[in-house]
Each structure stands twice: as C-alpha cells, then as structure tokens.
C-alpha cells in the first residue's frame, strides 16, 4: 500500500513543481542597464581624452580635385593640435591576419591589404618581423631624427604594410633627402613618391597633417574581420540592402550638392557632412531603412548587424590607439556614413571627451 501511495506521489510531482512555478513577471519596459561607464569621467583625475571624429568624403570620388582645394581643412585640423591621428585604413597586422585565412577574407585582402612583397624583398622583413621592429625603434626614437632615421621608419612601415604611416615619414624628408638609401629601395621609393599623388584622404589629409605636427605615424583603425560576418549572407541580402537604397534618401542628394571646387567650399562641405542633422538622416536613412525593411528573412537587418559588428571594432581600435596616452587629442579620419555610429560608441567610453568638428572647422 504504502510503494502504491509513493509511486502516486512521484507521478504527481512534475505537475506540483510546475504549478507552484511562479508565473512571468511581465517587465514595464525595455530593460536598461544600469551602469554608464561615461559617468566615471566626473571623478576622473586629469584631463579627459579629446576624440574629435570627423566625418570625409571620400576623396577618390571627386572629379577635378586639387591638394590645394584641402588647404583650409588642414588649416584648421593644424590648430586642434591632435597627438594622435586615426585613419579609415586596415592595419598591416589585420592584412596579414587576412591572407592566413583566405577562405574568409580572400575579397577584403584584394580589396583593403597592398601588397607587401617589394618591402618584404628590400628589408628581408615579413609584417610581423617589421611590426617588431618599428615598436623597438619608436621606443628608442630620438627628439630630433636625422634623415636616415626617417628612410629607415619608412621602409619598416612599407614592409609592415602601413603604407600611410610610411609616408607620413616620407613627407618629413627634404626633397634632397627622399632618396633610396637606408632600407628604401628604388621601387619602394617610387612608391612612396605615388602615395604621395593617390587621391585619397588618408594621404592628402591624414598623412599631410600628421608630417605637419611632426608625428610618427597614423594609427590604421578600420576593420574588416567583420566580413567573415557577413560570408554566410545570401543573395536576398543584397537584394533586400539595394532596394532600401533605392529608397530617397534626401541627405545623400543634399549631401552630393555641396560644392566641392573651391577651398571655401570644400570646407563648408566638410561642415556640412559634420551637423547633427546630416549625421541622423544618413544613418536613418540608411540603416534605419535596413531595419525597417520587411522580408521573411528579416535580411536587410543581417546588413546592419556586420555594420554595427565593423563599426564597433573601428570604435575599439580607437580606443586602442590612445589605451597608452589618456588626456591626449585624438582626431578620427573617416567616411561620414560612419561617425555617427563612432561617436555614440566613443561616448561610452569613460575618458573619452567628444570634439565636435564644427567648433574646428
């Protein structure tokens, strides 16, 4: 009697345990975190670290342009003094990363990593070998380097693939001074000397200013290992991502009509790709059009999960770039689609103090 009462008891406990389960606490709104690392920064000792992220077009796409045309811009950048400079460009180290993992990011090597190979035969260095060296050589740097100093950085920058770092060097010789010798090669030279033409913001801004301030390098901060996100996405990616870009998208267009001829108004087009306003229309625009994009798949928000996957590694390699210098000035150079996503995720950060560009511009 008493195992035919206890055979009962046991049949009846899964339905006893469920019942007296309590029933979900239905929340009255989205959680929110309760801890800001910002609010560190009251109690911080010293000054803050000032980020100023400024948003570019890219200046590849410009029709008829001129270095001249940037000279007000870089007039202005000059007067914020930045330590550090970061730039849109995919460090040696990533580039490197990417050929040992070819099934993954054979595109983003093509597309983002120059070759190595003419620096690697010059120096008989690899990137790992040459990143070495240049950690070594900038800790032993002296205050005033010769010439030979500045060909040998340059040519460890080629090998380590670096190219912009390289001419940041480059540009501090005299032209009696930019020669082969001391690392550098004729092809390496000739390299430098075609990096110094190329149409692109990372060189005629970022590089022109960092030689300006005498500094040793721009800081590579872009990413692309969030492309391996992106390997598995499927061709209704793509199609749903171009039909929310055939949406209008009345910043794009303003954003094409700024002047870009004249210095005055290349740095009024900068101010303009720098409002607020401009900043929230191209993201709602873009990526708020991606997530409200309606498809089973829900697949323009797979989009929007590898530009925020890219865009806050972007955000850590910055932090990267000043971890070992706080209270410093950091200028971030990069295309306008992304601050405002960078400086919502540099916000959080708890020495981070944002630069707004309109008050440098």
């Known amino acids: 009697m008493k195992s035919l009462i206890f055979?009962?008891?046991?049949?009846?406990?899964?339905?006893?345990?469920?019942?007296?389960?309590?029933?979900?606490?239905?929340?009255t709104g989205p959680y929110a975190p309760a801890f800001d690392p910002a609010?560190?920064?009251?109690?911080?000792?010293?000054?803050?670290?000032?980020?100023?992220?400024?948003?570019?077009?890219?200046?590849?796409?410009?029709?008829?342009?001129?270095?001249?045309?940037?000279?007000?811009?870089?007039d202005r950048l000059t007067g914020y003094q930045p330590d550090i400079i970061a730039i849109e460009a995919v460090s040696g180290q990533e580039c490197d990363l990417f050929r040992r993992f070819p099934s993954r990011?054979?595109?983003?090597?093509?597309?983002?990593?120059?070759?190595?190979?003419a620096a690697r035969e010059a120096t008989g260095l690899?990137?790992?070998?040459?990143t070495a060296r240049i950690d070594s050589l900038l800790k032993e740097w002296p205050d005033q380097p010769e010439p030979k100093d500045r060909r040998a950085l340059a040519a460890l920058f080629l090998a380590g693939g670096e190219r912009t770092s390289a001419l940041?060097?480059?540009?501090?010789?005299?032209?009696?001074?930019?020669?082969?010798?001391?690392?550098?090669?004729d092809v390496l030279v000739e390299q430098l000397r075609s990096l110094?033409?190329?149409?692109?913001?990372?060189?005629?801004?970022?590089?022109?200013?960092?030689?300006?301030?005498?500094?040793?390098?721009?800081?590579?901060?872009?990413?692309?290992?969030?492309?391996?996100?992106?390997?598995?996405?499927?061709?209704?990616?793509?199609?749903?991502?171009?039909?929310?870009?055939?949406?209008?998208?009345?910043?794009?267009?303003?954003?094409?009509d700024q002047p870009v001829d004249t210095p005055e108004g290349l740095l009024q087009t900068f101010r303009f790709n720098n409002l607020p306003s401009t900043q929230v229309g191209q993201a709602q625009a873009e990526m708020g059009g991606a997530l409200a994009h309606a498809s089973p798949e829900m697949s323009?928000?797979?989009?929007?999960?590898?530009?925020?996957?890219?865009?806050?590694r972007m955000a850590a390699n910055i932090r990267a770039s000043f971890a070992d210098r706080p209270g410093s000035r950091v200028l971030v150079l990069v295309?306008?689609?992304?601050?405002?996503?960078?400086?919502?995720y540099l916000a959080a950060i708890s020495e981070v103090e944002l630069v707004d560009p309109l008050d440098i511009l």
């Not at 323009?300 to 806050?312: D, I, P, S």
């Open 196 to 256: 110094a033409r190329r149409q692109n913001e990372n060189e005629q801004i970022a590089a022109v200013l960092a030689a300006r301030l005498g500094l040793n390098r721009v800081h590579p901060m872009d990413d692309h290992t969030a492309d391996a996100v992106a390997a598995g996405f499927d061709a209704r990616v793509g199609k749903a991502v171009n039909e929310v870009w055939a949406q209008p998208n009345p910043t794009l267009v303003e954003m094409q």
């Open 7 to 27: 055979a009962a008891m046991l049949t009846a406990l899964p339905a006893l345990a469920l019942a007296q389960q309590p029933a979900p606490v239905s929340g």
């Open 39 to 74: 609010s560190l920064r009251a109690g911080m000792s010293g000054p803050a670290t000032r980020v100023m992220v400024m948003g570019t077009m890219h200046l590849a796409n410009l029709s008829g342009f001129e270095p001249d045309l940037l000279s007000p811009v870089l």
């Open 126 to 130: 690899d990137v790992p070998e040459a």
């Open 105 to 117: 990011f054979a595109a983003s090597t093509e597309g983002y990593c120059p070759s190595t190979d």
């Open 335 to 344: 295309g306008s689609s992304h601050k405002a996503y960078l400086d919502a």
């Open 300 to 312: 323009a928000r797979k989009y929007v999960a590898w530009w925020e996957v890219r865009n806050q």
């Open 168 to 185: 940041v060097n480059w540009l501090q010789l005299a032209p009696q001074d930019q020669i082969a010798a001391d690392g550098l090669n």
